[in-house]
């Protein structure tokens, strides 16, 4: 709420600061306002077509007005226009999972992980996915890489205490839930 002024003021100085453009799309997501979200969005696409930016706002606004397939259409069409690019490969695996396509959205973020640039985003995102389609092998890898990442993540200890529970492990999961929980776990 705080910044969304500045980035405005700075849009009406300078209605082509891209910049300022994207962050006020994301900032208007996060507000909860993505009829607003998408115009600027559209706006930063049209001036980048070959920027993986655009897209991935106009698409996180579409998913939000309820249009998610179309999302993963545009940001499937992205892929085969400005080709392979990690941030734009995270949001279309992100909406797969949300459609239950988990066998696609798995296919998409592995190709993030193969990549060897993953970050703690793309390791959750594969070990959400993973648990959803039962493969606790793939969950425990890249539950463990998020955690080696990011070791204080409440949402990555949840992950963890659920696939401590598929592994059969019941005693450690709940002290691994009961931890998530006491540093912040909703």
């Known amino acids: 709420e705080q910044a969304l002024p500045f980035l405005s003021r700075a849009v009406e100085i300078n209605p082509d600061y891209l910049s300022a453009r994207s962050r006020r799309s994301l900032v208007l997501l996060y507000l909860d306002r993505p009829k607003q979200a998408l115009k600027d969005g559209r706006v930063v696409l049209k001036a980048l077509p070959d920027d993986s930016d655009g897209y991935v706002r106009v698409a996180r606004?579409?998913?939000?007005l309820g249009r998610r397939e179309d999302a993963i259409i545009l940001l499937s069409n992205a892929n085969a226009q400005i080709?392979?690019?990690?941030?734009l490969i995270y949001w279309l695996s992100t909406l797969l999972f949300y459609e239950d396509r988990n066998a696609k959205a798995l296919a998409q973020i592995n190709r993030v992980v193969a990549t060897g640039n993953a970050?703690?985003?793309?390791?959750?995102?594969?070990s959400r996915i993973a648990i959803a389609l039962g493969d606790i092998n793939l969950a425990r890898q890249a539950n463990n890489q998020a955690l080696a990442l990011e070791s204080d993540d409440i949402w990555a200890s949840y992950y963890n205490a659920r696939i401590m529970t598929m592994?059969?492990?019941?005693?450690?999961?709940?002290?691994?839930f009961d931890r998530a929980?006491?540093?912040g776990l909703p």
């Open 61 to 64: 606004a579409l998913n939000e």
């Open 181 to 183: 929980v006491a540093v």
């Open 119 to 126: 970050d703690y985003f793309d390791y959750h995102l594969q």
């Open 83 to 87: 080709g392979y690019n990690d941030y």
């Open 167 to 176: 592994e059969g492990d019941f005693e450690q999961a709940e002290v691994e």
